[in-house]
C-alpha cells in the first residue's frame, strides 16, 4: 500500500506540475486575446448595449412616474370636483332656503295684503252700502213725504172742493194736531 | 493520451475510501491501475490528468485528433508548424527537427515540448513498466525518484541547448479563441439590435443576454460600487463574467475536452487583471487604510500592514485558484465516475453494466450541478472582483467613526 501510495504520490505531482504550473505562452496569448477582446467590446458592444438598457430603464421610469403623476392628478382633479360639487349643492341649498322664506314673505305679505284690501274693500262697500241706504231712505222718504203731500193734497182738493167736508177735516186735523 | 483497456487485478475495493474525497479517488483509481501484472491497462489517473491538462492537440476519439499549430520561440529564432508532425505512423510520438532552427522538438508526455528526449522508461506510463508485482513497483519508485532527480537536470539540459519558449496555440487557447469570437459576434450584434430598435422591447439574441448583463449590472456592480461607478467597471466586468462562463460550458461539452479555466495559467491573466485594477483605480483612502491603517495603535499597525499587504496578493490568488480548483474539481469527479465503468467493465462485464448504471445516473446529477458550478464560479468571481473594486474606490464617509 505505502508503494502504491507513493506511486500516487508521484503521479499527482507529475500532473500538478503540468496542471498548476504557469505556461508563459498561454499568459501571453491569453493576456493579448483577453485585452483586445474587452476593449472592442467595451467600445462596440458594452457601451451601447449599457446605454440602450439605461435609456430604456430612464423611460420605463419616466413613463411610471408620469402614470403615477396622472393618477395623482386625477384624484386632485377628482377631489376638487367633489369639493366643487359640494358648494355647488351648499349654495343650491342656500338659495332654495332663501326662496322659500322669501316666498313666505311675499305670500304672507300677500295674504296681509289681500286681507287688508278685501277688509278695506268690504268696509268701504259697507258704507257705500250704507250710504247708498241712507240715500234710498232719504229719497224714498222724500218720495213718501211729497207722494204723502201730493195725497193730501188731492185729498185736500176733494175735500176742500166741499165745503163741510172742507171744515169737518180742518177739525179734524186740528184735533189730530192737538192731540199730537 | 492512451486509454488501455484490459482486465485489472483483483483488488479489494472499499467504498469508504472511494467516497472519502476526490483525491482519493484519484489516486485509489491510480493504485488500482498501476498495480497490475498485465500489459495493458486502463490508468484512469494518467486518464484524468490527461483531460485536465493543456494539450497540443484535440483529442476527438480513438486516434482520431485535430493537431493543432506550434509556435516556438528559440535563440535560433521562430518555428512554426502543425503539432501532426510529432504523430509517428503508428500513433506514437516522434521528435520533430525544424529546417530552419536545426532544434530537434520532442513532444513529451505532459504535452510540454522539449529540446530533450523524454526518458521513456519511468514515471509517466507506470502500469506499462510495472509487470511483475511488487519487486516491479518498487524498481518503479527508483525510477520516480529518478524523475524527481531528473527535474532538476531538465533545467541544466534546457540551458544548454538554448532557450525556447512555447507560444503554441494550444488546446485551451483555442478554446479560448472560439468564446472569444463568439462574444464578440454575439455581444456585437446585440450591440447593433440595441442600436437598431432604441427604447423597445428586447428580440432575439437580446433576450438571451440581456437578463444576464441586467443581472450583473443590478446584482453585481451596482450593489458593491454604486450606480455611477459601476457604469466604469461594468464593461469589464461583463467581459470577464461571460467570458468565464461560457468557457466553463464549453469545458462541459464532452467533444474535444476543452479545460480553459480549468488552466492556472488563464485564470492567472485574469485574475492579474482584477489587481491591476484594483491597484490602479485604488484612491489615497484605499492605499491609506493598507500603509498605515487609521485608529490603531503603533504596534497594531506593525502587524496589520504586511497583513494588509499580503492581502493585496491574496485576494487576486484566491480568485484564481477558486476558479481553477472548482472547475478541475467537477471534471476529476465527472472523469472519476466514468473511469469507474471501465475498470469495473474491465473485471467483469456484468459488473460494469450494473456500475456503469449508477455511474451514468450520478453523471447526468453532476452534469447538471456543472452546469450550476459553471455559472456560479463566474459569478463569484465577477462579484469578488466588484468587490474588490468597490473597496479600492470607496469614498471615506466613515472618517467620524474613528
Not at chain 2, 453523471?363 to 468587490?387: G, H, I, P, S, W
Request: hydrophobic share 50%.
Amino acid at each position: 500500500m505505502t508503494i502504491r501510495g507513493h506511486d500516487f504520490y508521484i503521479l499527482i505531482q507529475h500532473h500538478m506540475k503540468a496542471l498548476l504550473g504557469v505556461d508563459w505562452g498561454i499568459v501571453f496569448w491569453t493576456g493579448t486575446a483577453f485585452l483586445i477582446v474587452f476593449f472592442l467590446l467595451k467600445k462596440f458592444a458594452w457601451s451601447s448595449i449599457l446605454k440602450a438598457l439605461e435609456e430604456r430603464a430612464q423611460g420605463i421610469e419616466n413613463a411610471l412616474n408620469e402614470a403615477e403623476n396622472a393618477k395623482k392628478e386625477m384624484a386632485k382633479l377628482k377631489a376638487g370636483n367633489e369639493a366643487l360639487l359640494r358648494e355647488a349643492r351648499e349654495e343650491r341649498d342656500v338659495i332654495l332656503r332663501e326662496a322659500k322664506s322669501m316666498k313666505d314673505a311675499i305670500v304672507s305679505e300677500a295674504k296681509n295684503k289681500a286681507q287688508e284690501e278685501s277688509a278695506r274693500l268690504l268696509e268701504s262697500a259697507r258704507l257705500e252700502i250704507e250710504n247708498q241706504k241712507k240715500a234710498a231712505i232719504t229719497e224714498l222718504k222724500n218720495y213718501v213725504a211729497n207722494l204723502s203731500i201730493d195725497v193730501a193734497e188731492n185729498v185736500l182738493r176733494e175735500k176742500l172742493s166741499d165745503a163741510d167736508k172742507q171744515s169737518a177735516l180742518n177739525n179734524k186735523l186740528l184735533s189730530d194736531i192737538s192731540k199730537n | 493520451m492512451k486509454i488501455k483497456l484490459n482486465s485489472i487485478p483483483s483488488q479489494a475495493f472499499s467504498a469508504t475510501r472511494m467516497l472519502s474525497s476526490i483525491l482519493l479517488v484519484f489516486g485509489f483509481l491510480n493504485a488500482n491501475a498501476s498495480s497490475s501484472s498485465e500489459d495493458k491497462v486502463f490508468n484512469a489517473g494518467e486518464m484524468i490528468a490527461h483531460h485536465l491538462q493543456d494539450a497540443h492537440s484535440i483529442h476527438l476519439f480513438g486516434h482520431v485528433s485535430i493537431p493543432l499549430p506550434v509556435i516556438l520561440y528559440t535563440d535560433h529564432g521562430l518555428d512554426v508548424f502543425m503539432s501532426s508532425r510529432f504523430w509517428g505512423p503508428d500513433h506514437e510520438t516522434v521528435p520533430y527537427t525544424s529546417a530552419s532552427t536545426g532544434h530537434t522538438y520532442y513532444l513529451h508526455h505532459d504535452e510540454k515540448i522539449r529540446l530533450t528526449p523524454e526518458h521513456h522508461d519511468h514515471a509517466v506510463q507506470p502500469a506499462a513498466s510495472d509487470s511483475t508485482g511488487l519487486s516491479a513497483d518498487t524498481n518503479q519508485v527508483a525510477q520516480h525518484t529518478a524523475v524527481a532527480a531528473h527535474g532538476a537536470h531538465h533545467a541544466d539540459t534546457h540551458e544548454a541547448h538554448g532557450t525556447l519558449i512555447d507560444f503554441s496555440i494550444t488546446k485551451s487557447i483555442l478554446g479560448m479563441l472560439i468564446i472569444m469570437g463568439l462574444m464578440l459576434w454575439v455581444f456585437i450584434s446585440v450591440a447593433k439590435a440595441y442600436n437598431r430598435r432604441p427604447g423597445q422591447a428586447p428580440k432575439g439574441l437580446q433576450n438571451a443576454v440581456e437578463p444576464l448583463i441586467l443581472f450583473i449590472k443590478e446584482e453585481v456592480a451596482v450593489p458593491a460600487l454604486g450606480k455611477k461607478k459601476a457604469l466604469i467597471f461594468l464593461p469589464f466586468l461583463l467581459t470577464v463574467f461571460f467570458f468565464i462562463w461560457m468557457c466553463n460550458m464549453l469545458g462541459l461539452i464532452p467533444l474535444g475536452g476543452f479545460n480553459v479555466t480549468g488552466t492556472l495559467s488563464i485564470t492567472l491573466v485574469l485574475a492579474t487583471l482584477v489587481f491591476v485594477i484594483t491597484s490602479v483605480k485604488g484612491n489615497a483612502h484605499y492605499w491609506g487604510h493598507i500603509f498605515w491603517p487609521p485608529g490603531v495603535p503603533l504596534f497594531v499597525k506593525i502587524i496589520l500592514v504586511p497583513i494588509e499587504v499580503a492581502s493585496l496578493f491574496i485576494k487576486p490568488a484566491v480568485l484564481m485558484i477558486r476558479l481553477t480548483a472548482n472547475i478541475n474539481a467537477g471534471h476529476i469527479v465527472i472523469l472519476a465516475f466514468t473511469s469507474l465503468i471501465f475498470i469495473f467493465g474491465a473485471k467483469s462485464e456484468a459488473v460494469g453494466m450494473g456500475v456503469g448504471i449508477f455511474a451514468t445516473a450520478f453523471l447526468v446529477f453532476m452534469y447538471f450541478l456543472e452546469l450550476l458550478v459553471a455559472f456560479l464560479q463566474a459569478y463569484v468571481f465577477t462579484l469578488l472582483a466588484a468587490l474588490y473594486f468597490g473597496d479600492a474606490t470607496q469614498e471615506h464617509h466613515h472618517e467620524e467613526h474613528h
